[in-house]
Every structure is written in structure tokens, then in C-alpha cells.
């Protein structure tokens, strides 16, 4: 147990991360969608009404900083214990505490009660009477899903707040603020290093601030003061998992490049190997995610539909459970893309309209197919002969137009005969005679011979 602020004259030793730690929220990176303007954890500190609540999100994203920092706007007594190192007692001891405080003092205590998933039911039982009373302000956080990890009593009381895995941006933010902060950073310090080499320390820090100013604490004891960190150093911190990988540069292109190509030609090994190279130089896994639903669409298409789902719920594993079992989730899907049949005729079929339409006049919409929403739209003939498709045989209104007088008969969509799209080509060459059979396309071809 601890009291946040706490004389720090002792000289105890703190690592960077803790003394980086913000006390005002303007200083809290990240998390926007919780602490920014208007926001329910911004509101909470600014207006003083609080509730207990459950900070769920992977290591290193800011879950103690926020406690703390409450804590301090709240003016409230600080206690913190870990359901790792703890038990009933100290459960005991840290309500024994908040009790005193409260008595004595009238003080207002928060409790932090770390990886509180680790607790089990009776544990977590224990907090619920004092949470109910006003005890303490109850503030769990934890790595899992509250809704598989925590008793529903706990849940009741206590609301859950998801925080996001920080960006490569924010972690940049937040390890410069060190580099130039000199009372408790590395102002002092002087320690040099480019932007380019932050960014890296950013990217390598996988998601976790705290990951990357212990990286930046690290670099400080190899590097002299006023000497700029070179390349073999930060290899060196970052246990010479550092490859030539530069997002912004060719490197970056030709592995991306070799990553696309592999998934396309149908090569899950190649696939693995260059999205593995990718991350372990530092890439951002969604990058590599974004270019898989890129891939689904453009070359994979309605041959197999469902790599557009796979591709997405990769997405959404990553950002539920964070880069070391989303990573996994990401190359499930690279795998599953990679063996999947092959067709880019949406992708073409997309272009060629694109280009019909930009090199083209702009043909006016038939008339049977325009809206008449008005008693002048139906005047004019908006909607006439217009045919309902369920109210026909097979639920196709064969030999209907679709497309202006001038491109009728025009066919863009051209399916592959692989995959799901085969089934789609089938379909359509039925429709399509259907089309030619139906007593609307021998009474045209009937007018056209006439003309």
C-alpha cells in the first residue's frame, strides 16, 4: 500500500516510467475516447462525481496513471495492491486503512486493486460491501475480459471502461516529453537521439508506454551525454531484434510488396515470412492488417467472400486483446487469404466503370428507374413501367434495364471460374437467358427491326 505523492526526498530510486507518470490530465496521452473533452473518465475528474469502475486494457496502457491521477484530483487518500501479491488480508487491511482515514480525517479513499482478475469469486466478493457503503472508490484494472474474468456482483457495481492499445504516435509523444522534461526525464541527461530513431523505440515498444521508457532509461546508461545515439546502440536495446525495416523508405515498400504478392499467389509460407520480417522490424500490425482487407477485396473478391469477415475480425481480436495474440489472429488471417481461391473481378470490373464514367457524358437515368417522390415526378413519367423484381417470376424482372439506353448491353463484371464465383457466373448466364427469352427482349429486338 501506498500513498501517491508520497515525500520523495528519501532518494529512493524510481525508474523513468514512474517518475514520466502525469498528475494533471491535460499531461495524459492517449485514450481520447475516454479522457477527451467531454468524455466520461474527463468528467469524472473535472466535476468530482465518481463511481467505481473497471480499466480494461493490455499492459503498459495507462491504467495505474489514470488511478493515480484521480486520486489526486480527488485530493483522496491513495491505496494500491496487486491481486498477484494479495490476499483476504491484505483485502482486510487496505478496508482497515480506507475505515481510519475516513473516520479521522474524513478523507476520501481510492483503492487500485491491480490485475484484480486475478482474484477469485470470494475475493472478489469481499470488496463489494465496502463499494456499496462508500468506503473506498473501487478502481479495478485488468489484461482480460471483465465479462469471463470478474463475478457479476463485482460488475454490477463497478462500470467497465476499455482502453485502447496506444499508437505509435502517442508513445513517441510521451518518450520525447522524457528526452526533454529536466526535473524527472532525461533533460538532464543529455541524451540525443534523431526522430527517426525515436519512432523506432516507439514501434518496438509493441503497444506499451511503459515498455518504451524503459527502453529510452536503458539507452541513457550505454550512451555519454551530448553523443547521439547511433544505430548499433539502439540494436543493441533493443536485443538486436532491430532489422532494416523503414516505413517511410523502399525497404518498407519491397517487404510490403513481397507480403501482397505472396497472399496473391497463393503462398502462405511467403506470406508468414514477410509479415513476420515486417513486425519483428517494427511495423504496425494494423498496417499489415489493412492491407490484408485490401488484399480481400482486390484479389481475392467473391471468390471467396468470407476473407473480407476473416480480415475484419483479425482487426478486431488485435484491438480486443492486443498485439501478442492479435498478431496471431492478423497472420490467421494472411494464411487463410493466402489459401483462398483467387479472383480480381470486382476489382476490375470497378475500374472499368470508373473509367466509362470519368471518360464518358453523363447519361441520364432511364426514366422507369427515377424516383418520384412528388405529384410532378409521377407526372412526368418517373417510375413508369418501372417492375417490381419480387413480384416476378423467380424473382427476376427479366429484360430489365439497368443501365442508361446508350450502355445497355454493357457488362463489366466478368466472374472467375474459381471459388464461390463460379457459382456467381453460373447465375448469371442464367439470368442472362432469361433476359433473352423474356417477351420484353423479343418485343425490343422486335422494334429495333422495325427502325
Given at each position: 500500500?501506498?500513498d501517491?505523492?508520497?515525500d520523495?526526498s528519501?532518494?529512493?530510486y524510481?525508474?523513468?516510467?514512474a ?16 479522457v ?8 469524472m475528474?473535472?466535476?468530482?462525481h465518481c463511481?467505481?469502475?473497471i480499466?480494461?486494457?493490455p ?9 493515480q ?23 482486510r487491511?487496505a478496508v482497515?486503512?480506507?475505515?481510519q482515514w ?8 481510492v483503492l487500485?486493486v ?8 470470494s475475493q ?19 489484461t ?27 508513445i513517441?509523444?510521451v ?18 537521439v ?7 523505440l ?35 536495446v533493443?536485443g538486436?531484434?532491430l ?9 518498407f515498400?519491397d ?5 501482397h ?26 498496417y ?7 488484399i480481400a ?15 475484419l ?7 480486443r ?6 498478431n ?23 475500374s472499368?466503370?470508373?473509367a ?9 437515368v ?10 410532378l ?8 413501367d418501372?417492375?417490381?423484381?419480387h413480384?416476378e ?8 434495364q ?5 450502355l ?35 418485343y ?8
Amino acid at each position: 500500500m501506498q500513498d501517491l505523492f508520497a515525500d520523495m526526498s528519501s532518494g529512493a530510486y524510481q525508474p523513468l516510467a514512474a517518475r514520466m507518470r502525469p498528475t494533471v490530465l491535460d499531461d495524459y496521452i492517449g485514450q481520447s475516447h475516454l479522457v477527451g473533452p467531454g468524455k466520461p473518465l474527463r468528467r469524472m475528474v473535472e466535476t468530482g462525481h465518481c463511481h467505481s469502475f473497471i480499466l480494461w486494457g493490455p499492459p503498459g496502457v495507462g491504467k495505474t496513471t489514470f488511478a493515480q491521477l484521480l486520486s489526486h484530483a480527488l485530493s483522496a487518500q491513495f491505496i494500491e495492491i496487486s491481486a498477484v501479491m494479495s490476499g483476504v488480508k491484505e483485502i482486510r487491511a487496505a478496508v482497515e486503512q480506507a475505515q481510519q482515514w475516513r473516520a479521522m480525517k474524513g478523507s476520501q479513499t481510492v483503492l487500485f486493486v491491480d490485475e484484480v482478475h486475478r482474484f477469485n469469486k470470494s475475493q472478489q466478493d469481499a470488496f463489494l460491501p465496502y463499494i456499496e457503503d462508500g468506503t473506498f472508490l473501487f478502481i479495478g484494472a485488468t489484461t482480460e475480459n471483465p465479462a469471463f474474468e470478474l463475478n457479476s456482483a463485482l460488475l454490477s457495481r463497478a462500470r467497465v471502461y476499455r482502453l485502447k492499445t496506444p499508437t505509435v504516435e502517442d508513445i513517441s509523444k510521451v518518450l520525447n516529453r522524457a528526452l526533454q522534461d529536466e526535473t524527472q526525464g532525461m533533460g538532464q541527461k543529455g541524451l540525443l537521439v534523431s526522430r527517426e530513431h525515436l519512432d523506432i523505440l516507439a514501434q518496438a515498444a509493441d503497444g506499451d508506454i511503459r515498455r518504451g521508457l524503459n527502453f529510452l532509461e536503458i539507452l541513457s546508461d550505454l550512451v555519454e551525454p551530448n553523443v547521439a545515439v547511433s544505430q548499433e546502440q539502439l540494436e543493441d536495446v533493443l536485443g538486436g531484434s532491430l532489422r532494416r525495416f523503414d516505413r517511410n523508405g523502399d525497404v518498407f515498400y519491397d517487404q510490403i510488396s513481397a507480403f501482397h504478392k505472396s497472399v496473391r499467389g497463393s503462398s502462405p509460407d511467403g506470406a508468414l515470412y514477410w509479415m513476420a520480417r515486417m513486425l519483428d522490424g517494427g511495423c504496425d500490425p494494423l498496417y499489415i492488417a489493412r492491407r490484408l482487407l485490401a488484399i480481400a477485396s482486390e484479389d481475392i473478391g467473391n471468390a471467396d467472400p468470407r476473407a473480407l469477415q476473416v480480415g475484419l475480425n483479425a482487426w478486431d481480436v488485435f484491438e480486443r486483446v492486443g498485439p501478442k495474440e492479435g498478431n496471431r489472429a492478423i497472420a490467421q488471417a494472411a494464411v487463410y487469404m493466402a489459401c483462398a481461391p483467387k479472383s480480381n473481378a470486382v476489382y476490375m470490373a470497378f475500374s472499368q466503370a470508373k473509367a466509362d464514367v470519368a471518360s464518358q457524358p453523363s447519361y441520364e437515368v432511364p426514366i422507369h428507374l427515377r424516383n418520384a417522390p412528388t405529384s410532378l415526378a409521377k407526372s412526368m413519367g418517373h417510375g413508369d413501367d418501372y417492375r417490381y423484381a419480387h413480384n416476378e417470376e423467380h424473382g427476376y424482372a427479366a429484360g430489365e434495364q439497368y443501365l442508361p439506353e446508350e450502355l445497355q448491353g454493357t457488362r463489366y463484371y466478368q466472374p472467375a471460374n474459381r471459388g464461390l464465383e463460379q457459382k456467381i457466373g453460373d447465375k448469371l448466364n442464367w439470368l442472362s437467358e432469361l433476359d433473352t427469352n423474356s417477351p420484353v427482349k423479343r418485343y425490343q429486338d422486335a422494334f429495333k427491326g422495325e427502325e
